[in-house]
């Protein structure tokens, strides 16, 4: 099992560019999560989704959006980039409701410019 | 509103020696707690976690204690090794996780 996995490992984009970062994971887990982590703090939850078709907001949604057709894939979308969305990403997996661990993947380094 | 704090950003040890992680918390609805590792460039693994019914679990080198009373919490790593080099994150979890800002520790050889 490759676990959780990310593209692209880094990216540069120019203020108002919009992108995609991807995540798969080959778990068939349920739960799939987005945070970002800024220098010095926590992850922040941005969206997170139960199960194919289904998704909500996290802590920190604006300027983001999200889609889940498959188990497998949950990519985040960054429409019009902002230099306050330079962060890291990483995408996380986690089997069923009960389950506590999360499992993430290696992340996404986010500069705009 | 932090509801997840660890207020050392870092923490330096010699090898062989404890290891000392704090974490307080302030939701006492919180019913599960967690710790992450972390590495340059990797992703946040899962190290260990404690029901909030507990007030110690072990696994190995890594032990989590619990203080409800004080919601604090503190991860203890004997002996130190410098692999354990990385930051560590606590984490909170009641529908969702809410983690800490993370402590860089350092184990010197």
């Known amino acids: 099992n490759a676990g959780v996995t990310q593209t692209p490992k880094f990216r540069i984009l120019k203020i108002g560019q919009s992108m995609t970062l991807q995540c798969t994971q080959d778990?068939?887990?349920?739960?799939m999560y987005w945070y970002r982590q800024d220098p010095g703090m926590g992850l922040k939850l941005i969206y997170y989704?139960?199960?194919?078709?289904?998704?909500d907001k996290g802590e920190v949604p604006n300027g983001y959006n999200v889609s889940r057709s498959t188990t497998e894939d949950f990519p985040l979308r960054l429409e019009l980039a902002a230099p306050s969305q330079t962060s890291v990403y990483f995408c996380?997996?986690?089997?069923?409701?009960?389950?506590?661990?999360?499992?993430f993947g290696p992340g996404t380094r986010l500069l705009v410019l | 509103d932090q509801q997840v704090k660890q207020n050392s950003p870092s923490l330096s040890v010699q090898e062989g020696r404890i290891s000392i992680l704090n974490c307080d918390y302030t939701?006492?609805?919180?019913?599960?707690f967690l710790w992450y590792k972390k590495y340059p460039a990797e992703g946040p693994t899962f190290l260990i976690s404690i029901s909030s019914i507990k007030d110690k679990n072990e696994d190995g080198r890594f032990t989590v204690f619990l203080n409800k009373s004080a919601k604090h919490l503190s991860l203890h790593i004997v002996p130190s090794q410098p692999g354990d080099s990385a930051v560590y994150f606590c984490a909170a979890s009641l529908s969702r996780l809410t983690f800490g800002e993370g402590t860089q520790l350092t184990v010197n050889p």
């Open positions: 939701n006492s609805m919180f019913d599960y």
């Open positions: 996380a997996s986690k089997r069923v409701v009960g389950a506590k661990t999360q499992y």
């Open positions: 989704s139960v199960g194919a078709g289904i998704t």
């Open positions: 778990m068939n887990h349920n739960y």
